[in-house]
């Protein structure tokens, strides 16, 4: 038994992303990104309700800088949709740095929704392609399902965690993230970024669960 709050079938928790290619040694890692691998997984087994995203990139996806002549990676730019980051290339379909981390154990989980697989449009939330429109039907399963509270750990905390928070949290779930569980990549202060904005919109951030 852990020490926070109840967990009950009401409950879910959304893994957003705990893959290779996000840990030391991969493609585009997040420092300690391999930290939260035993954070979740054991966290994982207090939970009935699992959900994974896995990021799931075409070889010449457009976030990638690899496709942009002259630019680099982290390099800010607008896309047609708005503000994008570019990437080095990451979390390629199929290979073996888009895998779970070989740590992560979480049998019971009962959905894997795959994100960022349209070439021409990346995809941080787990609800909402970068265009804000394109939905990727994770609202509605959890809807469907009859889910109140969305849990929310994995990589990276400043990205694919944070918009993943905002957008369950305008689609009407009680939000909480647990920093224990998360990492960041934090370009720009983007990390307290990150933080001042997922509280300001009701998202319940702690420490540990
Ligand atoms: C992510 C950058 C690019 C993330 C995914 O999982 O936070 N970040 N693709
Ligand atoms: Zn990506």
Known sequence: MGAGPTIDDRDVLLVVDVQTDFCPGGALPVAEGDAVVPVV??????FRHVVLTQDWHPPDHRSFASVHAGRAPFEAV???????????DHCVQDTPGAAFHPGLV???????LRKGF?????????????????????GG?????GFDRVVV?????????RWSAEDGRAAGFDVVVV????????????????RD??????????DTW
Do not use: K, M
């Open 41 to 46: 997984t054991r966290l994982a087994e207090r």
């Open 78 to 88: 607008t896309f047609d949709y708005g503000p994008q980051v570019l990437w080095p």
């Open 106 to 112: 979480i049998p019971h989980a009962a959905l894997v």
């Open 118 to 138: 349209r070439r021409d449009i990346d995809s941080y939330s787990a609800f909402f392609e970068n265009d804000r429109r394109t939905p990727t039907g994770l």
């Open 141 to 145: 399963y959890l809807r469907e399902r």
């Open 153 to 161: 750990v994995g990589l990276a905390f400043d990205f694919c965690v």
């Open 179 to 194: 920093e224990e569980g998360c990492r960041g990549i934090d370009l720009d202060g983007s990390v307290a970024a990150t």
């Open 197 to 206: 904005a997922l509280v300001s919109q009701g998202v319940r951030l702690i």
